[in-house]
């Protein structure tokens, strides 16, 4: 059974940073791109980042300059480190997974987490 598990979330004022941590289990993920979309009540779950198994990055436009994907192969593990945070980044942040290439369509999504919340205070 695949698990993917977020960590990190919280509550963080304006300009802050919070870095989120996704742990994947119940397979192996060589070959698998890793990413993290986002949610705000109300909107549609969209691309923020995804990371290639071997490194190759895309960034969301809302994310491009402030946040920074990474991953671990080793470990099965991808990051999501976010500075300079804005209150319009307030969302549930979900660890996503697939197959191949990195993707940046929600429906293209394999294997989901379970989300963890980041509200950012003016």
């Known amino acids: 059974q695949v698990e993917l598990v977020e960590s990190g979330g919280g509550s963080v004022q304006a300009g802050g940073s919070l870095r989120l941590s996704c742990a994947a289990s119940g397979r192996t993920f060589s070959g698998y791109a890793m990413g993290w979309f986002r949610q705000a009540p109300g909107k549609e779950r969209v691309f923020v980042a995804a990371?290639?198994?071997?490194?190759?990055?895309a960034y969301g436009d809302s994310a491009k300059g402030r946040f920074t994907i990474s991953r671990d192969n080793t470990k099965n593990a991808v990051y999501l480190q976010m500075n300079s945070l804005k209150p319009e980044d307030t969302a549930v942040y979900y660890c996503?997974?697939?197959?191949?290439?990195?993707?940046?369509?929600?429906?293209?999504?394999?294997?989901w987490g379970q989300g963890t919340q980041v509200t950012v205070s003016s």
């Open positions: 996503a997974s697939r197959y191949g290439t990195i993707w940046s369509e929600a429906r293209s999504t394999e294997y």
């Open positions: 990371i290639s198994w071997s490194g190759i990055r």
